[in-house]
């Protein structure tokens, strides 16, 4: 029996050396990146304030060519929001009227 003994005993030794082992790893990643984060969020607060402005910049150019079109003699898809006039459905349908209008002038540029 004494060697079951030691053998359960250093079994129980060894699994605990090995969490021990990787709960020290855990803390080590876990004290990186406490460190990096702040840099990081900066870092991503960053490229998101430069994904809004480009974005708007292509609002702004998408928006620049429709209104010359809509002064040339085209007419352009005009969406109210008065829905006491008009149906759900009604504005569902202008709305993919609209998009098809949009789609045909973008294909008619390229």
Not at 18 to 47: K, N, T
Not at 66 to 81: D, F, P
Request: net charge negative.
């Amino acid at each position: 029996m004494g060697s079951s003994d030691a053998f359960i005993r250093a079994t129980v030794s060894r699994i605990s050396a090995r969490l021990g082992h990787g709960l020290a790893d855990v803390a080590a990643e876990i004290a990186v990146l406490a460190q990096d984060a702040p840099e990081r969020l900066r870092q991503e607060w960053e490229l998101f304030q430069d994904e809004v402005r480009a974005e708007a910049e292509r609002l702004e150019q998408v928006e620049a060519p429709a209104a010359r079109t809509s002064s040339s003699g085209l007419e352009s898809a005009e969406i109210t929001t008065n829905s006491n006039c008009r149906s759900p459905q009604e504005v569902v349908d202008q709305l993919r009227a609209s998009v098809d209008e949009i789609n045909r002038l973008l294909e008619a540029r390229s």
